[in-house]
């Protein structure tokens, strides 16, 4: 069965700073994705990124990256110039692509991220 | 589009009460699930539905059961509240062609919380 792991219960980062927030994960496929959803105090999960496993550019958007190592199983997510609407818990996730029960997402415990000013 | 949409927003129950979650979506999407979100947990999936008429178990079915009408909709049932079931429910939906299915877009939540 496929999991993820989120080794950083907590991270604090001072604003205008970087960070980048640790996911690994075991499976045994080939095709997959991985995300990062990120969820405020609002409690709404908002995606930030995603990746697909075939892919080996590392996807990008605005401010938010990753580093996606394949074959060591990792996908972490770097943050630039961190702005204090950051401040949220941040879920990496992974997803078979097909449907069935293989179209869930299988969620890490999160990392809460604190933005200092 | 209102996208994913949950009712009610907040929930208090006795222990043995019934209830359902309501969940809608309005993007046409044939994927929807619902999850719990549990302090220390992240979310697990507790239902989920390929398409109307068709719904599957997840990770922690247990006392929930869903049934799948319409496209649009997918409401969760608590047959028989117990304190073990508070939580945050998400209900997520994506869209799928060809048998691939892509991002899941979360509605906002609902607190539950059994007393």
């Known amino acids: 069965a496929q999991t993820v792991t989120q080794s950083q219960p907590e991270m604090s980062v001072q604003e205008a700073e970087t960070v980048t927030l640790s996911c690994t994960y075991d499976?045994?496929?080939?095709?997959?994705?991985l995300f990062w959803y990120k969820q405020p105090p609002s409690r709404q999960m908002i995606l930030v990124i995603r990746?697909?496993?075939?892919?080996?550019q590392n996807a990008t958007e605005n401010r938010f990256s990753v580093n996606f190592q394949k074959a060591a199983k990792s996908f972490s997510l770097k943050i630039s110039d961190s702005q204090l609407g950051d401040a949220a818990m941040y879920f990496c996730?992974?997803?078979?692509?097909?449907?069935?029960?293989?179209?869930?997402?299988?969620f890490g415990k999160g990392t809460k991220l604190s933005v200092k000013p | 589009n209102a996208g994913v949409t949950q009712t009610p927003k907040f929930q208090v129950l006795k222990t043995g009460q019934s209830m359902t979650l309501q969940c809608a979506q309005d993007?046409?999407?044939?994927?929807m699930s619902w999850y719990r979100q549990d302090p220390g947990m992240g979310l697990r999936l507790i239902h989920y539905?390929?398409?109307?008429?068709?719904?599957d178990q997840g990770e922690v079915p247990n006392g929930y059961n869903v049934s799948r009408s319409t496209t649009e909709d997918f409401p969760l049932r608590l047959l028989s509240a117990a304190p073990s079931q508070t939580s945050v429910y998400f209900c997520?939906?994506?869209?799928?062609?060809?048998?691939?299915?892509?991002?899941?877009?979360f509605g906002p939540g609902t607190r539950l919380t059994v007393t």
């Open positions: 996730a992974y997803r078979r692509p097909y449907g069935g029960s293989q179209g869930n997402l299988i």
């Open positions: 499976t045994s496929e080939s095709d997959y994705y």
């Open positions: 539905s390929v398409g109307a008429g068709i719904t």
């Open positions: 990746q697909e496993a075939y892919k080996q």
């Open positions: 997520a939906s994506s869209y799928s062609t060809s048998g691939r299915v892509y991002e899941q877009y």
């Open positions: 993007m046409n999407h044939e994927y």
